[in-house]
């Protein structure tokens, strides 16, 4: 195949200046159609100017030197290290849209023209949509130009990919999140639920504030629920998504979470982090040398990435 060919025969302005016009709303929506994206940005998930790589600040242990001083007693002045850094790597998620010289001449005019263009736009911005949702919900990460899976960051162990933020949770054990092997939902899940909700909460005064599972446990919560819980609880809230609750925190479903997992979640420790010099970038529309036909690529660099995964938990095997 011809490569494309730059220059003002063959890079058209028209559609380039068209789908970026749509920029913004594309980040807006693919970000607010899933609601766990939606409040991790809410709640301090951002975009970042640049940089190799991402590189989150961690603090991982308190100040030892603080103690009851008596009369004559004496504080130590011991210099403690209490920070440290976890280093992630930006993943690229890319597609393209085009046009043919045909389907642009069927649709001669500024509005038939956005018309046609604007189709294209949504139907990439649904694709990009499944597939965050897909990485997500993988059961791992299945390579390294992909988005960790909440599944891996969720992890009391490495993943099998490599150590998760450059940190080995094997001689970390900090590094490492709540994860207990649960059963069915009717005899025993809603109470390793709870039991994994206020292990993580920090005596309640952090606790996770969203749930997801699978659609089969989704509806078995469900069933435990009294019809009183139900009706209270069950409205759509803040992120205005249909969803019912556990201690007041939403809990939602994907059909791409893999089977049996039941995740909490805290967005203050986990994080979407998006490169503002490529959010939704898209590249001009250019010609293939003597094709009927003119391209553009969309691009977008993200990463998800974790500040503290002892805040979150994961229950593995649970059935209806």
Known sequence: MSSFTRGPSNVDDLLTTTL???????????VNANPITKKMMADGSDELDGGNDIVENLEYQDNDTAAWVGVSGSVSTTINQIMTQGKYKWVMLAGSIGITDREEAQNKGKSAMLNLMETRVKNLEQTFKAKLETAFGASSTPNLDTMWAL????????????NLGDIDRTANS???AYEFASGSMSTQGLEDIRTAFLTTSRGLTDPVNANITTLTLY????????PFERLARGDKGDLEFD?????????????????????????????LRILKTCKFKNQPFVR????????AVVELMCQLTATR???LFKLTGMTA
Do not use: M
């Open 20 to 30: 970026d016009y749509y920029r913004d709303t594309l980040t807006e929506n693919w």
């Open 151 to 162: 599944a891996d960051i969720i992890d009391s162990a490495n993943p099998s990919l490599g």
């Open 174 to 176: 900090w590094w490492g």
């Open 219 to 226: 509806s078995a919560y469900s069933n435990r629920l009294t």
């Open 243 to 271: 969803h019912l609750t556990f201690h007041g925190k939403p809990v939602f479903y994907s059909d791409s979470l893999a089977s049996g997992l039941w995740l909490g979640i805290n967005t203050k420790y986990l994080r």
């Open 288 to 295: 293939a040398a003597g094709g009927i036909s003119k391209s």
């Open 309 to 311: 995964p002892a805040s």
